[in-house]
């Protein structure tokens, strides 16, 4: 008999031999999961034959606390969706705010929100290098690279607003304070250090050609399944798609910035890592706009009513969050309080595509196509 | 009327040419054009926005359903085209106590999640759903937390301030 396995396999007899479908359950506490996420992956030997995605575990009633509380109690809430990147979350719900009662905001507000939304992007981005490298299987190498910038990043919004994750700095026409006096300085630090950072994981990731074995044509979306699935963000530009938010429908001082899109070609679970890494330059490379750019004068529009009333309004306001289309559906019908905040989250829209996309793969791979999604639970339970 | 058409975007006047036959009233919120719609009529409208080359709706961002109380529940759909870069808010009023509406897992895969979302939420059934289990709630709740109508705990009854009895009855 042979040694090699495949011939003694294409010897032995497979007459009446059965096999049966394996069940077996991912999570809800399981690291891999990148939070309270649980899947049901029905195995046939290693390969995935169905998955069935639940969610909901970390589901605190965000909309329902959203109705009961006025309009600037209830931007609290909203930083702990994508607890990740905190800043962008407030930004969107301030901005549905504003667009309902026609507040306008001070230029410098908006550059000073855009610079540290896009910190809190690059913030966000490092997580997902860290944890994806984990879950291919760097183990806790790329963790430590990502986390020690991530620190620096916390650091200096700790010196802006007070807090590190769930800063609640924004205002409905503004923000809540100025800058730091040694702001540019401390952030050119900070940035210099991001440059670094990303040069580092790069090096580590990339530069390896097992990672990139393992993710490479893993699990490939075309642009039109991506669109049907309501997929948006870093997933479906990795499909060859230009398509940011930021530049389809120009919001706050993106205008008034240079920055580029980046696009994958093959959509795979590689393409995705690539296209966050790049648009982490490009985030940075806002960042540097916006310190020579940024004007002097209000951090917050003087005018604003003590008494936010707001009388019968609908709006429906998107920006690019770090997973994708952020978008708040808001409606007013008088009073303090809104009538009711709808939270269009994107990780929510492309958890959905999950189950289609690990059908086929080995069990080792779903687990990194679930990192590529690069979900945040909070965004998906509400 | 005739101020309100007016100020309308290009887009109402193109939807109007594409589908002359179809049955909507259009109307206007802060961001976006909204075509107020029977729900008998829905399906064949999004048909209609999706297939048109004109229009071309290919991509269903959000779904949001509101309880507007006495006058039954309102589900409101927003699609945009990766083509021509616009967007449509379609508004579906159902009367109290009547919310079926027709299933759009079959045109956007991305309606699945987003139903089962309003349809725990607010109490909808949509017909034809392939997997209408509850989502985000436990699999065996039968409530939809987001009606006006649903109980909220005082706090001070959770804190053990007042008296009463912290938790429902379910």
Redesign the interface.
């Known amino acids: 008999m042979s040694i090699w396995p495949e011939e003694r396999l294409s010897h032995a007899d497979t007459e009446g031999f059965h096999t049966v479908d394996m069940t077996i359950n991912v999570g809800p506490q399981h690291p891999a999961t990148h939070g309270v996420f649980r899947m049901v992956l029905t195995v046939d030997g290693e390969l995935v034959t169905a998955c069935e995605p639940y969610?909901?575990y970390l589901?605190r009633?965000l909309?329902?606390l959203s109705e009961?509380n006025d309009y600037r109690q209830a931007m609290a809430f909203w930083d702990r969706t994508d607890y990740l990147a905190g800043l962008l979350c407030e930004q969107a719900y301030c901005m549905a705010v504003e667009?309902?009662a026609d507040i306008e905001v001070p230029e410098r507000a908006e550059y000073i929100r855009v610079m540290l939304s896009e910190l809190s992007r690059i913030n966000s981005h490092f997580m997902f290098l860290g944890a994806f490298g984990a879950d291919v299987g760097s183990f806790g190498t790329s963790f430590t690279y990502a986390w020690r910038e991530r620190e620096r990043i916390y650091d200096l919004l700790e010196e802006v607003a007070g807090d590190r994750m769930f800063p609640t700095y924004y205002r409905p026409g503004g923000v809540a304070m100025d800058l730091p006096e040694n702001f540019e300085k401390r952030c050119r630090e900070v940035l210099g250090h991001i440059f670094q950072g990303i040069d580092d994981l790069d090096g580590l990731l990339t530069g390896n050609e097992i990672f990139v074995e393992r993710c490479r044509a893993l699990s490939p979306l075309t642009t039109e399944r991506a669109?049907?699935?309501?997929v948006t963000g870093p997933v479906l530009r990795s499909t060859g798609?230009a398509?940011d938010l930021r530049k389809?429908?120009p919001y706050s001082i993106y205008p008034q910035v240079k920055f580029d899109i980046p696009v994958g070609l093959r959509g795979d679970v590689f393409d995705r890592y690539m296209v966050r890494l790049a648009e982490m330059y490009q985030s940075a490379r806002i960042v540097e706009q916006c310190l020579e750019q940024i004007p002097g004068g209000h951090f917050l529009n003087p005018k604003l009513p003590r008494n936010l009333r707001i009388d019968d309004?609908?709006?429906?306001?998107?920006i690019e969050g770090t997973k994708g289309?952020y978008?708040v559906?808001a409606?007013a019908k008088g009073g303090n309080r809104p009538?009711?905040m709808?939270l269009?989250s994107p990780s929510?829209?492309n958890l959905?595509?999950l189950s289609?996309m690990v059908v086929g793969h080995y069990v080792a791979d779903a687990i990194i196509i679930l990192g590529s999604l690069d979900i945040v639970l909070g965004e998906v339970?509400? | 009327m005739s101020e309100e058409k007016a100020t309308l975007p290009p887009l109402a006047a193109t939807i109007k040419k594409a589908l002359p036959r179809a049955a909507y009233v259009p109307g206007l919120?802060?961001?976006?054009l909204?075509l107020r719609v029977a729900p008998a009529e829905l399906l064949v409208l999004v048909q209609g926005l999706k297939d048109n080359p004109a229009l071309d709706f290919?991509?269903?961002?959000?779904m949001?359903?509101?309880?507007m109380q006495e006058n039954g529940l309102e589900l409101?759909y927003?699609l945009y085209s990766?083509k021509h870069?616009h967007?449509v808010?379609i508004t579906v009023a159902t009367p109290p106590g009547e919310s079926h509406l027709p299933t759009l897992t079959g045109l956007?895969?991305?309606a699945?999640?987003?139903e089962r979302e309003a349809a725990e939420?607010f109490g909808f059934v949509f017909d034809g759903h392939p997997d209408p289990r509850?989502?985000?709630?436990?699999e065996d709740l039968r409530i939809h937390?987001?009606l006006k109508a649903?109980p909220?705990q005082p706090i001070e009854v959770v804190q053990g301030i007042e008296d009463g009895k912290a938790g429902f009855d379910f």
Request: glycine letters at 8%.
């Open positions: 969610i909901g589901h009633g909309e329902k009961i667009k309902l669109i049907n699935l309501g798609l398509w389809a429908e309004a609908e709006a429906y306001v998107r289309e978008g559906h409606v009538y009711r709808k269009r929510f829209c959905s595509a289609e339970d509400k | 919120t802060k961001t976006d909204d290919d991509y269903l961002r959000n949001t359903g509101i309880d409101k927003h990766f870069g967007t808010q956007y895969a991305a699945n999640w987003h939420m509850n989502l985000l709630l436990e937390p987001l649903h909220l």
